[in-house]
């Protein structure tokens, strides 16, 4: 597909509503940490939304990502049940990983969504090997690997590009840099800088792939470039490095519930209803009915959550091999 | 001696603090260390400035090297790990490099590096940050493994630490930032390989570190008029203070060990052995060992409760230990 060319209204919608599902999501998952219900801190996504949702549409449900420690953005773009995710969350018996997981480990095989990490750079060594069985099966499967600017910095991370390179894998890396403009880690104002290039993408050129930066709070921007990597991918003709430049709105561990209005022009969702309803793809009833929708989903999701049984506490010592 | 009631991280900061003023080679790496949220580090960027105060990419691998080599070169280098799980990912640094060095160059190449890393279970947060991971770097030849139970021991472990020409890992753990205790607001320092007794008694030896102590000593405490328990605190894995623990064990015949670490080749495993090789003649019942078992730490708070060596179950193990006569 070439810049410009024309997307499906209906894809873009779905689009939307991913984004908004996200987001919904995340909002009700804060909601639960302040009042106790999920017993742990954890990293969030929003304003990143147009990325994961951007990218996972053109995945499809047999390809394989990595993802990291704001997970739920890519959990749930690649399709995870919201009810068993939220359920994970909340350490319930009835969630992905029987409550043994927790927000940063959270691994759901059945849609490709491989792995919440809590290591920096954890997840994206493991992404070469999703890529590699695809190769080798000859299956036309892709595998995407999700990561920050801090974990673009990681050996894991560099010897990866390499070896991505040299095996010429249908994989996509996929930088999300929250701190285009001034460094930071986790909020913090760093002292010394870690990224020594404008562009993370221009590392691209010494492994050996194409690669670009991009506005990750524009959506169609994100889709684009995505599926121009998917399809060399796919096509066999190797990895890509996309940089996705994305600012965090509420903060980076629990931030606060709503965010600061000089940061909306950073908001990839506000951003893309406009756009929508500019080229006469949504009205203004048609959003309330995605938003209301979504809301009841997450809404379900919760009470599910919220009504499942603890794990059996001998379950804390069970499944440390396959075979016990 | 000028003392205060001051918090684990206070005591942390006043040692880093005071080994940089009086000695300018004394530099911290690490991520956010200048972040002025975190209590150990706080104020440091401040008086020392950039140059000597630096937070670095997350790249364990290169900074926890930068501070191997420039201790090679003779500087004091403090390099800090967000948390002790973050470590696995410059093991060959820290355990091929940093361990070896001095004796595989035949004691012509020192690395007096100091890594501080946080540690711990009792978060609910998981497998890859819960983690204690002190046995891992006690089993490698090299390293001395420090593991402070309160501020008064980390400032003056740490202090020693810094100054000790050998390189450490000092463990402290995330529950224990906030624990006050009194804390000379002198320079000094506490010597590597003595462990402390902290309650004496005459049936049971448990011999503890880190925050198992302060577990140990409410065990103790509940068992007060039934069992007569010291509790030591062996305060470093490496050197291990043998003969605290031995001269323990004649006294009372009886031991328990309490450690936050895996069960398997750990802390418990090594402390049995000696135990059982040096005060066999001593012993009047089996060693027991209370530790975290052999399985990575789950998610769910009440399966990480079920799962977390505690009060109770060193209680059980005193009582079972003092049923031999
Ligand atoms: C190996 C490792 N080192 C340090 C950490 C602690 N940590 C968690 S998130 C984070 C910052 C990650 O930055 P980046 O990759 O840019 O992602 P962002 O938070 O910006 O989304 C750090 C240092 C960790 N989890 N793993």
């Keep these: 597909m070439v810049e410009g060319a024309k997307v499906k209204n209906e894809k873009l919608l779905e689009i939307y509503r991913t984004m908004v599902r996200i987001r919904t999501f995340e909002k009700a998952t804060r909601e639960l940490i302040k009042k106790g219900v999920i017993p742990t801190r954890m990293g969030f996504y929003t304003g990143q939304e147009a990325v994961a949702a951007g990218v996972c549409a053109v995945l499809k449900e047999t390809d394989q990502i990595g993802s990291t420690h704001r997970p739920l953005g890519h959990l749930i773009a690649k399709g995870c049940d919201l009810k068993k995710l939220m359920s994970e969350i909340c350490g319930k018996e009835t969630g992905f990983n029987k409550g043994k997981a927790g927000p940063y480990h959270i691994f759901d095989p059945s849609v490709g969504a491989l792995g919440a990490n809590g290591i920096v750079g954890g997840s994206v060594p493991m992404v070469l090997g999703y890529a590699l069985a695809h190769q080798l099966r000859g299956d036309g499967g892709v595998a995407v690997a999700f990561f920050g600017e801090g974990a673009s910095n990681q050996g894991g991370v560099l010897e990866s590009m390499n070896l991505a390179s040299v095996w010429n894998l249908p994989l996509i890396f996929v930088c999300e840099n929250s701190s285009p403009d001034v460094q930071t880690m986790l909020g913090h104002k760093i002292n010394y800088p870690q990224i020594s290039v404008d562009k993370i993408s221009s590392r691209a050129l010494g492994f050996g792939m194409p690669g670009d930066t991009y506005e990750g709070w524009d959506v169609m921007k994100v889709y684009r470039a995505a599926f121009e990597a998917v399809e060399r991918a796919r096509s066999g003709s190797g990895p890509t490095l996309l940089e996705f430049k994305v600012h965090q709105l509420t903060g980076n561990i629990e931030g606060s519930l709503e965010f600061f209005e000089d940061e909306s022009m950073w908001d990839p969702i506000r951003r893309f209803r406009r756009e929508l309803m500019f080229k006469g793809a949504l009205n203004e009833e048609e959003d309330r009915w995605i938003r209301t929708s979504e809301e009841l989903k997450v809404k379900e999701a919760v009470e599910y959550a919220i009504g499942s049984p603890e794990p059996n506490v001998e379950e804390a010592l069970r499944g440390v091999f396959v075979e016990e | ?325």
Aim: charged fraction near 25%; glycine fraction near 6%; proline fraction near 6%.
């Design chain 2, 1 to 325: 001696m000028d003392e205060r009631p001051i918090t684990f991280a206070e005591a942390i900061n006043e040692a880093l603090k005071q080994s940089m003023m009086k000695d300018p080679e004394v530099i911290l790496l690490g991520e956010n260390v200048t972040s002025s949220w975190r209590p150990t580090t706080k104020g440091l960027l401040e008086e020392f400035g950039r140059e000597r105060v630096r937070d670095t990419p997350i790249s364990e691998t290169a900074f926890i090297g930068a501070g191997i080599g420039a201790s090679i070169l003779s500087m004091r280098p403090v390099v800090e790990l967000m948390l002790v799980d973050f470590g696995l990912v410059a093991m060959d640094q820290i355990l091929n490099q940093l361990a070896k060095t001095h004796y595989m160059s035949g004691g012509a190449v020192k690395t007096p590096l100091t890594i501080r890393a946080s540690y711990g279970g009792g978060t609910s947060s998981g497998a890859t940050h819960s983690e204690s991971l002190y046995s891992l770097f006690a089993h490698m030849p090299g390293i001395k493994v420090v593991v402070p139970s309160n501020p008064f021991d980390a400032k003056g472990l740490l202090l020693s630490c810094i100054r000790n020409d050998d390189p450490e890992i000092f463990m402290e753990h995330r529950l224990l930032y906030d624990l006050k205790g009194h804390v000379p607001a002198e320079d000094y320092v506490l010597p590597l390989g003595e462990a402390k007794v902290v309650q004496e008694g005459d049936d049971v030896t448990v011999f503890t570190i880190g925050r198992m102590v302060h577990e140990a000593i409410q065990a103790a405490q509940e068992l007060k008029d039934k069992v007569s328990v010291e509790v030591i605190d062996a305060r470093t894995v490496v050197p291990l203070d043998e003969k605290a623990l031995i001269s323990s064990i004649e006294k009372t015949g009886r031991l328990v060990v309490v450690d936050e670490d895996y069960e398997r080749c750990g802390f418990c495993a090594e402390v049995t052995a000696i135990a059982a090789n040096k005060a066999f003649e001593y012993l009047k019942a089996p060693i027991l060992r209370v530790a975290s078992p052999n399985v990575p730490i789950p998610y769910n708070p009440t399966l990480e409760k079920r799962y977390l060596p505690n009060r109770d179950k060193i209680v059980s193990a005193i009582k079972s230990v003092a049923r031999y006569a």
